[in-house]
């Protein structure tokens, strides 16, 4: 609603990864700097690593709305710990070379093949895998031995790293001393600092048709980056419920008042009977602790008619009840947190804002 609210074409805040808002903060534009060094050289491994929310996933959308589609062959992957004879298949099958049940040697053989019929046609493949840190090491070094892969010593398979910060203490490992050889640059993509937050935001709003309407104040800025970190998915999470806010409360210019409320809303969403869960869960851990603690007490007082054991059992039955409890509490965010996700999912699902793109955005 809040698009409509300042006349923007669609929602500028929106945590669907979209490359069509791509932003150029310093360590984004280094770390195109690395991925365009790495075409060039047209060999080896180039890692990037980043938070979730830093922005690789806009990254490597950005990049592929810079390559040439007729020259480069791009094969992604989006990694959840895929094992190798797994890996190998899905790099198959973006060769366009069906792998179903054959064995490894014939899986790799069949891949060389692919990797050549693509040389054939004058392109290079590139290799994009997301969220590396999830491979196995196992399945590292089946991507350094495609890596291996030339045609008349040139190579035929390039590769782009990409995960999050654990990625990079992973390389320490002995056994990846092979794979640290063939990387030829490497880079971490860090929060953007305060300076970069203000023309950010800007930007993204006038991507959507921005009239100058809302406004951030200084002190607003400065109150989304301390809480966000600097993190692009963060900064957009905050500042569209900002911008819910300023909609339903009719504001034009945000001052760090408003953004703490929002901040407040944030950090107390889930509530129970009107309190933040946290609360009401530590009202109830009382009223259990309370309702079993009376008769220790009591205990206490006439030692003389409970024996240890009956109170050794009260304790222990209190601490079962508080562990089901907490076990309650996070089955109950879990919940909730699945509800928003929901809502706003039919929220795209219906149109309201920008029509949702297919294609990658802060991730």
Not at 201 to 214: A, C, D, E, F
Not at 261 to 280: E, F, K, Q, S
Request: no cysteine.
């Amino acid at each position: 609603m809040y698009d409509e609210h300042y006349g923007l074409s669609g929602r500028p805040f929106q945590l669907t990864p979209d490359p069509a808002f791509w932003f150029d903060t310093a360590t984004h534009r280094k770390a195109m700097a690395y991925l365009g060094y790495g075409l060039s050289q047209g060999e080896g491994f180039i890692v990037i690593t980043g938070s979730p929310g830093a922005g690789k996933t806009t990254l490597v959308g950005h990049l592929m709305d810079t390559i040439d589609r007729e020259r480069l062959n791009v094969i992604r992957i989006v990694t959840t710990q895929v094992k190798s004879e797994d890996l190998l298949h899905l790099v198959a099958q973006g060769l366009g070379t069906d792998t179903t049940g054959l064995a490894k040697a014939q899986t790799l053989a069949a891949i060389e093949k692919g990797l050549h019929a693509v040389a054939r046609t004058g392109k290079r493949t590139l290799l994009i895998v997301d969220e590396a840190q999830a491979l196995p090491m196992e399945s590292l070094e089946e991507l350094r031995m495609l890596s291996n892969f030339q045609a008349g010593g040139y190579p035929l398979l390039q590769i782009f790293l990409l995960g999050q910060p654990e990625f990079r203490a992973l390389f320490a490992d002995p056994r990846l001393e092979q794979l640290r050889q063939r990387v030829i640059a490497m880079h971490q993509l860090d929060p953007m600092g305060l300076e970069e937050l203000e023309p950010y935001l800007i930007h993204r709003l006038t991507v959507v048709g921005w009239n100058g309407k809302p406004k951030f104040e200084q002190g607003a800025v400065e109150a989304i980056h301390r809480w966000s970190g600097g993190i692009p998915r963060k900064v957009n999470q905050l500042t569209g419920r900002v911008m819910l806010f300023g909609a339903i409360e009719q504001i034009e210019s945000f001052s760090a008042e408003d953004v703490e409320t929002v901040i407040a809303d944030l950090d107390n969403d889930t509530v129970v009977a009107g309190r933040p869960l946290a609360a009401a869960a530590n009202a109830a851990t009382a009223s259990a602790t309370a309702s079993i603690e009376a008769p220790v007490a009591a205990a206490a007082q006439g030692a003389e008619l409970v024996d240890n054991a009956a109170i050794d059992a009260l304790h222990a039955r209190m601490a079962r009840l508080e562990a089901r409890l907490e076990e309650q509490d996070a089955a109950l965010r879990r919940v909730l947190t699945l509800m928003v996700d929901f809502i706003e999912g039919e929220e795209g699902a219906r149109g309201i804002g920008a029509p949702r793109r297919e294609t990658a955005a802060w991730q």
